[in-house]
């Protein structure tokens, strides 16, 4: 029996319309002096002015912040926490993707605490609590914005910082379909994708608990269900809905029981080959399930909601393989580590460096170096 003390943080405002609430929502947070961080790459869209255009008509002045990238850096945000050290801001609205949630938290631990990012590796280190934010997802993806996480950069390795604390958990996440509408169609695959793993992979940790298993099975339900439907019919609504509710289940079902091998073996291949999150995972999913199967079976065949029926002749491991290797075919991210272009010697490298990753010590078969590189070379 495992353990647990689970204290909901964050309020989930789910729907179709639900953003149209934020201004209200900031207003009973006792928001006055707002920063709004936003993804650039969904100005376009229309939704960063209509999430202004709220604020203001709720009497909430507002500060833009748009200037960071995919995979934001520790350099991003000191720039963030530059631009809004000045204006006195009294709370933070994160817009976009997985990055404007993730650069809006650094910003805020940095805002309130000083420092650099590099000082809040790890968990609880924020000695005054952060500002209160109110997080709004344009992908259903990482589920930051259902944790206390911000996945930070470093600038010169561009490895992944994990910073946690309590307080950096959004108070309020709004959670609306239509907002993931207007993304391209590989942005909602490698999205959904990066979130199916989080549930396959939280689903089998060493940290796993009875109710992140809850977390971890309802997300794989939602997610698996509706990833198709939104590649075939990006304007399914349903769908929409399933992939960011998944999403969001996924990212709560982490903040209990983390990541593993999945996650170590991408994070290299981002850093080093700069190959998105997404595609990373899905290259290597199938292959970390297979090579974990040895351990995990029953666990994925709990996942797979059939653990009598029908695997007493099959290996489950083998069968979630196989779906996962379907829903890459379906997104279109179905490729392998040469078509990524890397080659069988940049594996001991990569392998040295996906050993080192703090997620891979959740993994439930021990996860080592030579255990990364097998898993690398079944990927080739
Ligand atoms: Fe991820």
Redesign the pocket.
């Known amino acids: 029996m495992v353990q647990f003390d689970f204290h909901p943080r964050t309020r989930i405002a789910f729907g179709p319309h639900a953003i149209s609430r934020v201004g209200l929502i900031a207003r009973e947070l006792g928001f006055r002096r707002t920063l709004v961080v936003a993804d650039p790459g969904i100005r376009a869209a229309g939704h960063t002015t209509n999430v202004l255009e709220k604020l203001t008509a709720a009497g909430v002045e507002t500060f833009l912040f748009e200037d960071f990238g995919v995979n934001p850096d520790s350099t991003m945000v000191a720039a963030g926490a530059a631009f809004a050290a000045p204006l006195n801001v009294d709370s933070i609205v994160a817009l976009g993707g ?1 990055s404007a949630l993730d650069c809006a938290k650094g910003i805020n631990f940095i805002v309130r605490n000083g420092g650099t990012m590099a000082d809040y590796r790890g968990y609880g280190k924020a000695s005054t609590p952060l500002l209160p934010m109110i997080g709004v997802p344009t992908t259903a ?2 589920g930051s914005e259902a944790q206390s996480y911000a996945v930070i950069s470093d600038p010169e390795t561009h490895m992944k910082m994990a910073c946690g604390d309590p307080s950096a958990a959004p108070r309020v996440a709004i959670l609306d379909p239509d907002l993931t509408i207007t993304a391209p169609r590989h942005v909602t695959a490698m999205a959904g994708f ?2 199916i ?2 549930a396959v992979e939280t689903a089998v940790t060493t940290k796993r608990n009875a109710l992140s298993d809850t977390f971890s099975h309802q997300a794989w339900r939602l997610l698996s269900d509706a990833f198709e439907r939104v590649i075939l019919h990006p304007t399914d609504d349903e769908a929409r809905g399933a992939m960011l509710l998944g999403a969001h289940f996924a990212g709560l079902a982490i903040e209990q029981s983390m ?1 593993g091998a999945a ?1 170590a073996c ?1 994070n290299p291949l981002t850093a080093r080959y700069n190959i998105a ?2 595609l990373a ?1 899905a290259i290597l999913l199938p292959h970390v399930v297979r090579w974990n199967g040895v351990v995990a079976r029953d666990r994925y065949a709990a996942l797979l909601g059939s653990p009598r029926r029908r695997v007493r002749d099959e290996d489950p491991a083998e069968m979630l393989a196989r779906r996962l290797e379907d829903i890459t075919v379906a997104g279109h991210l179905a490729i392998t580590l040469s078509d990524a272009g890397v080659d069988p010697e940049g594996i001991p490298a990569l392998a040295e460096l996906a050993a080192q990753q703090w997620t891979g010590t959740f993994n439930p078969r021990p996860f080592d170096a030579r255990a990364a590189a097998e898993i690398y070379r079944a990927a080739l």
């Open positions: 997985g993806g990482t990066d979130a793993a989080h990541l996650h991408a999150h997404g995972l």
